[in-house]
């Protein structure tokens, strides 16, 4: 059991390097080809900082642990939420000035409800994952469309300012932009090997593993870009690195899971981690958009109150391997 763990550890740790570095070249090299700053933010860098989900999510399915895909999808978009804008909103509130922030908002509670829907039936088959992937499609086809008309989005300041104050030529940021895929990938079949064999070990199903060490493992580049922004006082690349990743999550990750290998959904899954997820992203919409005149924000009550719901979450989690119920 210790060389799956030193493989999960190691696969970690090289999956973030790999991802902060691909990510970066990405932006860059995107900023070179004269893609709006607004794109850059909403794509490119709330998509990007998925990759790991998405590649290590790939994988599994591939070696036939779909389970290992679901729970690493819903996993990290919990972790994203409650974890992630919890910590950093108790570091200092959150004000929400992006329209693009409040557009995607809805349309991430969206595609939430659409995913139980599509776990009703027990499986989220081929059929179901081609829906997903087209319906993420046609958001980054849409997203595109925006971004020339609205240009002058506090998201697009934020990710500006950003790629100046990381400068790198279009032959670094392809140079980057390639050795992070490659690492990514290396990085994530070393993972998915340590947490399937963690997982046979101890007799735990490999959902309950995506859900909790490989959801917070694939969530850090989400961490550590929203604590570099923060620095920044970036507030909307904070909220749109979490609502691009997790709209990302919930629609390509699981989508190209499903459409490689059909996934089995336990009614654990939709009474607990479903629910969950469903329950933080109501809240954040709620934060983050406002009621009654006011302000979007998250202050440092509400990131304390998410904070709280994944601790326990996790905590939940925990006692249940602990008491041989690891389902």
């Known amino acids: 059991m210790i060389l799956p763990a030193v493989a999960v550890v190691a696969g970690l740790v090289l999956l973030v390097w790999s991802a902060e570095r691909f990510v970066g070249g990405a932006a860059a090299t995107s900023a070179r080809f004269g893609i709006s700053p607004l794109l850059i933010g909403m794509l490119v860098i709330g998509f990007g900082t998925s990759a790991p989900e998405l590649m290590v999510s790939a994988l599994a399915a591939g070696q036939g642990n779909p389970g290992l895909a679901l729970g690493n999808a819903y996993g990290s978009n919990i972790a994203n939420i409650g974890l992630i804008l919890g910590l950093v909103a108790l570091i200092s509130p959150l004000a929400v000035n992006s329209a693009v922030v409040r557009r995607e908002l809805p349309l991430l509670g969206g595609a939430t ?33 925006r971004a020339r008309r609205d240009g002058a989005d506090p998201l697009a300041t934020d990710t500006a300012e950003s790629l100046a104050e990381h400068p790198m030529s279009m032959s670094a940021g392809l140079a980057w932009t390639g050795i992070g895929l490659v690492l990514l990938v290396i990085s994530s079949r ?135 119920g690891g389902s």
Do not use: K
Request: proline residues 2%; without cysteine.
């Open 113 to 145: 409800l659409l995913s139980a829907l599509l776990m009703w039936g027990g499986v989220v088959g081929r059929p179901e994952g081609t829906l997903l992937l087209v319906l993420l499609a046609a958001f980054i086809g849409s997203s595109i469309f």
């Open 190 to 324: 070393i993972l998915v090997w340590g947490a399937v064999a963690i997982a046979q070990g101890f007799g735990v199903s490999d959902l309950i593993i995506g859900l909790t060490v490989v959801a917070v493992g694939t969530s850090l580049p989400e961490l550590a870009s929203s604590v570099s922004a923060l620095r920044r006082g970036e507030h909307d690349l904070v909220l749109g690195n979490v609502v691009g990743s997790n709209l990302f999550n919930t629609l390509g990750v699981v989508g190209l899971a499903a459409v490689i290998q059909p996934i089995q959904v336990g009614t654990e899954v939709l009474l607990r981690d479903w629910s969950l997820m469903a329950a933080m992203t109501l809240l954040l919409a709620v934060f983050a958009l406002g009621w009654r005149g006011r302000e979007g924000r998250i202050n440092r009550l509400e990131g304390a109150v998410l904070l709280i719901m994944y601790l326990t979450y996790t905590a939940w989690l925990v006692r249940l391997v602990l008491s041989g």
